[in-house]
């Protein structure tokens, strides 16, 4: 399973969430290849899921994955009910 | 590698709009000698291009540029503003806490990431950031998460 984590420049909130969304998928026990990145690549990049913010979901809306949000890139626990009603 | 070293955080920082907030931010890694001005430019125009990405969770903003803008060792300052200002960002909109991220391609980027994220991750911690009355109360949270 391939999970991107996107944001706009590709190296900073990106990889925050990708620390996060790492840490969720080992407590669920779940395992997957999860890579950050930024807009642009994403769009280029085939995926699974891509897990990024409201904001950039929107230009993300033709890619085959499945787009997953999160509002809080700090909250474990959001982060961690958005993937298990996805998943 | 500096991580809200002292020098590195302002509290009641003013600042009427996003760019200020973001240019408050920038100019504490430039007067601690982590970037250069060109960097914090580059933060700016990233927000004005990408638009509010950053602001990465309720209130809490880490405006950031690419290394080759002009970063000279990887760092994160904070500017804690007096006034809460409107990024733009439809869910955690408004911003308190700007963590200014002098980004780098090295190692040193991803351990300052990781000490980021452990303290953000905690709401707590959050908490004794946006309410702490001076900057040593920062400095003594800080040494308590690793």
Redesign the interface.
């Known amino acids: 399973m391939k999970i991107l984590c996107v944001?706009?420049?590709g190296?900073?909130?990106s990889?925050?969430?990708r620390?996060?969304v790492e840490n969720v998928l080992k407590d669920m026990g779940v395992s997957a290849d999860v890579e950050h990145m930024d807009v642009s690549s994403a769009s280029g990049t085939s995926a699974d899921f891509i897990i990024t913010?409201?904001?950039?979901a929107q230009s993300l809306q033709g890619h085959a994955a499945k787009i997953i949000i999160v509002?809080?890139?700090?909250?474990?626990e959001e982060i961690k009910n958005s993937l298990q009603e996805a998943l | 590698m500096k991580f809200l070293e002292s020098g590195l955080i302002a509290l009641d920082v003013e600042a009427p709009d996003a760019a200020a907030a973001i240019r408050a931010a920038g100019g504490l890694l430039v007067d601690a000698g982590a970037a250069e001005s060109g960097y914090v430019d580059a933060m700016v125009a990233?927000y004005e291009e990408?638009?509010?990405?950053?602001v990465?969770?309720?209130h809490?903003a880490?405006p950031?540029?690419?290394p080759e803008d002009g970063v000279r060792e990887a760092s994160v300052a904070l500017a804690r503003l007096k006034q809460p200002v409107v990024f733009g960002?439809?869910?955690?909109d408004p911003v308190l806490l700007v963590f200014a991220?002098g980004?780098s391609s090295s190692e040193e980027?991803?351990a300052l990431?990781?000490r980021?994220?452990s303290l953000?991750?905690n709401p707590a911690h959050?908490e004794q950031l946006k309410s702490a009355s001076s900057t040593q109360e920062i400095e003594e949270l800080l040494k308590q998460v690793n």
């Open positions: 944001c706009g420049l190296q900073g909130t990889l925050i969430l620390m996060n913010n409201n904001e950039l509002n809080n890139y700090f909250d474990l | 990233s990408k638009g509010p990405y950053f990465l969770a309720p809490i880490l950031h540029a690419k960002h439809a869910k955690n991220l980004a980027h991803i990431l990781r980021l994220t953000l991750n959050v």
